[in-house]
């Protein structure tokens, strides 16, 4: 099985929506084989250069003087993030492969071939082109379609143009919620593939539940709170 991070490796939520789902694969079949295809080259051995050390000097000295941090590369942001999804599903799926140079537009096609994969899953747009194995698609909602005044009418186009490629061309799509799925059947509409909607099933770290007095004293919190998240 090929488990697809392109597009969902840019975002956090995206990074722990990979991390479970390989978390919950590798539980139910723990002998299955697990390939993490990632886009972007293997990362090469890092090289000391005067650039990278007054890089390195004068971001830690804004860190010290409280000044904001210098930004890193795209490039250096996607090795990062590569590293840290690599590290943690790693930590629960050890026998877990890597395969670098396998984004959505980097001939998945090939690369299914070459690992002789039966399936790749979470793709969020038809890969080009697209591969000979089973392909499992991700939608994550249609917010376009709920709350159209928020978007242009190129975006809005461009939106049901990219879902309707995916839809039309995979075995089976997943998504976070029924209502997704209830949405899919309305604003799609028949022919679809095998739809499962993912239970709603939140991840807590432990770490979060332990008492941190000093979160509350910087907030000048003195009593039972309630936090609202954004979503």
């Not at 079949?29 to 250069?49: D, I, Y």
């Not at 930004?71 to 690599?86: D, H, M, Q, V, W």
């Not at 991700?138 to 049901?160: G, I, M």
């Amino acid at each position: 099985m090929g488990l697809c991070s392109d597009v969902l490796i840019g975002w956090a939520g995206g990074r722990d929506l990979v991390v479970m789902t390989a978390t919950a694969m590798h539980a139910a079949e723990p002998h299955s084989r697990l390939c993490l295809l990632v886009p972007g080259a293997e990362p090469a051995e890092p090289k000391f250069t005067w650039k990278r050390f007054r890089y390195a000097v004068k971001d830690a000295l804004k860190a010290v003087i409280g000044r904001p941090r210098l930004k890193n590369s795209p490039e250096a942001t996607l090795i990062l993030a590569r590293s840290e999804l690599i590290s943690r599903i790693r930590a629960n799926v050890p026998g877990l492969e890597v395969r670098y140079c396998a984004g959505l537009d980097d001939d998945l096609k090939q690369t299914a071939a070459d690992l002789r994969l039966d399936a790749i899953y979470l793709a969020m747009r038809l890969p080009t082109p697209r591969p000979h194995c089973a392909l499992i698609g991700y939608v994550p909602d249609y917010q376009h379609r709920q709350l159209p005044h928020l978007f242009s009418a190129k975006e809005l186009a461009l939106r049901d143009e990219i879902s309707g490629m995916l839809i039309d061309s995979s075995d089976a799509v997943v998504m976070n919620a029924r209502v997704v799925a209830e949405d899919m059947r309305r604003f799609k509409g028949e022919p679809l593939p095998g739809l499962h909607a993912l239970p709603f099933a939140p991840n807590l770290d432990q770490e979060w539940l332990q008492p941190r007095p000093w979160l509350l004293s910087a907030y000048e919190i003195a009593g039972p709170y309630f936090i609202v998240c954004n979503q």
